[in-house]
């Protein structure tokens, strides 16, 4: 990109996965894009930002270097700072703050970021959650469980994204096997976790809400419902996003219930991605980012809605006045049926080579509409235990949910013929 460009700027911190739709949708708008990035190098679990999209890129990596960036980035006068993804969530609110931009400000960040922090907030702002603990000890964690006195319970890491180390345990060894997982795991943001997070076990199907707020009027882009497999060892893995109708009864309640939240959370701009489960006592939190989804795919988006929540964020920084009246208080459009599909693998070993013919094979299936491989070659392909281990991401769209999942089921039985494995795990 032309570092004299004349054009305004968008500071994008942390643009790893999909954030590289932000910057292009910002271009669209005749706004350039600086990157920064909040650690000295980039995290090895999540997708690289294509830095190439970006005027000027700067590293951020610590409180030592906030005052220096804050002057850097004050000489282009942004007009926004906005979080690419999760890892970028405080270091935007900080900037975004001292640049004197529209922000969701610093006094909550810890309650966007810290799940424990998260749903004590949403607690006390009268609405429904989990029951919880946090402590640094699996003896707590167990001790917590066991007066909770019902399985299963819920054990994870108090700040990480995904199914990353989350486990439904049975039984009090359950629980304490969990613990020491996450005790002795690093997060998908390369932080060692020193403490875990235990919750009831909340009973119900789990959907996403995501959002788009400028000066706290909000739009929702979309509520899907989470399809997901359990492993035998307790973790759940994601399968099937699938879209909801925007009118259903169930619909409603989430959107209202994640308003309230959004509210709680201090979040008046940007887009938010929250994850609620419907229990019988009605919707309750997990957990809500301050950012775009992570499975957000443009084009998929634009072709059962007509925009996409990457267009919408981009329009509420850039033209607040507009978004708002185009888009304040208003639910996505669905022209069609549309669903997500993270798809898993058993095997493990080298990616030496991608077959092009599968892929080409599947990518021409009546209701696929974009084929998304996650593991090229010179990388390794490893069993399944999460979102971040899944090796290819399917979009379809359809007249219909049942003409979908036939296309699924084929996807099923070539999955493991995409990746040809150098070195195959016995």
């Not at 960036?69 to 405080?90: D, N, S």
């Not at 009118?247 to 940007?270: F, N, Q």
Request: aromatic share 6%; glycine share 8%.
């Amino acid at each position: 990109m032309n570092a004299t460009s004349a054009a305004p700027v968008v500071v994008i911190v942390d643009g790893y996965s999909n954030s590289g739709a932000y910057a292009a949708e910002y271009a669209r708008l005749g706004i350039d894009a600086l990157h920064v990035q909040s650690t000295a190098e980039f995290l090895p679990k999540m997708v690289p930002p294509d830095l190439s999209v970006y005027r000027e890129t700067f590293v951020c990596a610590g409180a030592d270097a906030v005052d220096a960036t804050v002057e850097r980035l004050r000489a282009y006068a942004p007009i926004a700072v906005v979080a690419g993804q999760e890892p970028g969530v405080p270091l935007a609110d900080l900037l975004s703050e001292r640049l004197g931009v529209a922000t969701n400000g610093t006094a909550k960040s810890a309650a966007r970021r810290d799940k424990f922090t998260m749903i004590e907030t949403v607690r006390a702002a009268g609405l429904h959650c989990a029951g919880q603990y946090v402590g640094s000890d699996p003896a707590e964690i167990t001790r917590w469980a066991r007066e909770h006195g019902s399985y299963p319970v819920v054990v994870k890491p108090r700040s990480s994204s995904s199914s990353d180390n989350v486990f439904i345990c049975g039984s009090e060894a359950e629980v304490a096997q969990a613990a020491r997982a996450v005790l002795d795991g690093i997060t998908m943001y390369d932080q060692r976790n020193t403490d875990v997070l235990v919750q009831s076990y909340l009973d119900g199907t789990e959907y996403i809400v995501d959002t788009v707020s400028a000066a706290g009027q909000h739009t929702v882009c979309g509520v899907w419902r989470y399809d997901k497999n359990l492993l035998p060892s307790g973790r759940p893995v994601y399968d099937l996003d699938v879209l909801q109708d925007p009118d259903a009864p169930h619909v409603r309640e989430l959107i209202a219930y994640v308003l309230r939240v959004l509210e709680a959370l201090g979040i008046e701009h940007g887009p938010g991605h929250a994850e609620v489960i419907m229990t019988e006592s009605g919707p309750a939190l997990v957990e809500l980012g301050a950012r775009l989804n992570g499975n957000m795919n443009p084009a998929h988006h634009d072709a059962f809605s007509g925009t996409n929540p990457a267009r919408l964020g981009a329009l509420a920084y850039a033209r607040p006045a507009e978004f708002t009246a185009r888009y304040g208080g208003r639910v996505y459009a669905k022209s069609c049926e549309a669903v997500v599909h993270n798809a898993a693998t058993a095997r493990e070993g080298l990616v030496a080579g991608i077959d092009q013919a599968v892929v080409d094979k599947i990518a021409s299936l009546p209701t696929v509409r974009e084929v998304v491989v996650r593991r090229p070659a010179g990388t390794r392909l490893v069993p399944t235990v999460d979102l971040m281990t899944s090796p290819m991401r399917v979009f379809h769209t359809g007249g219909s949910h049942a003409e979908i999942l036939a296309d699924y089921q084929v996807i099923g039985q070539l999955t493991e013929d995409v990746f040809r494995l150098a070195d195959p795990a016995a």
